[in-house]
């Protein structure tokens, strides 16, 4: 599988923080084994589960860092953000995939 699923590599965070990823998925192809998502469709799944998950879990912890005056603004509106791109693209794929299923599900044996 060269570049993992149609091409969708994960993009790493950009302060660092592994769950704070701005694009869950980024379009390209991989260069080497280190840039392939996974083995097989299960695996690229299950990790984009992840990945957003922890995307999710930095922003509600983030928020409530906020609340207590332990975080920037800026940092907060950055992690909130990333949680809603990660959400969005979670949701395309559920829609994709679902739309995959009733459409083989419509084939004639």
Known sequence: MIGGIGALQFK?????ADAAAPGLLQGGVGTGASQSIGGTFADALG???????????NAEQMSI?????????RQ??????????????????????????????????
Do not use: C, F
């Open 12 to 16: 790493p965070a950009i302060d660092g």
């Open 47 to 57: 990790q984009a589960a992840t990945k957003t998950v922890n995307t999710l879990q």
């Open 65 to 73: 860092q906020a609340l207590k005056g332990g975080a920037d603004t």
């Open 76 to 109: 907060v509106v950055d992690a909130v953000l990333s949680a809603q791109q990660a959400l969005q693209t979670t949701i395309a794929i559920r829609d994709k995939v679902v739309s995959a299923y009733l459409e083989i599900s419509r084939m004639s044996i």
